[in-house]
């Protein structure tokens, strides 16, 4: 299976709140989305990319 980042901790973190989709606790389509800002692997990046310098 495929990782969602390069980063361990955060492909940990995400399986984690996907399987909270199951349980109706998370969105998907948000979980997938802020997943995919990780541009460069580290959970930061997505952060960065929302929030001015």
């Known amino acids: 299976m495929r990782p969602f980042s390069q980063d361990g901790d955060?492909?940990?973190?995400?399986?984690d709140v996907?399987?909270?989709?199951?349980h109706?606790?998370?969105?998907?389509?948000?979980?997938?989305?802020?997943?995919g800002r990780n541009h460069d692997g580290r959970a930061r990046s997505s952060v960065d990319e929302r929030v001015p310098a």
Not at 10 to 15: E, G, I, L
Not at 18 to 22: D, F, R
């Open 18 to 22: 996907l399987t909270g989709v199951y």
């Open 10 to 15: 955060v492909d940990v973190a995400t399986r």
């Open 24 to 35: 109706r606790a998370a969105d998907v389509a948000g979980v997938l989305t802020t997943t």
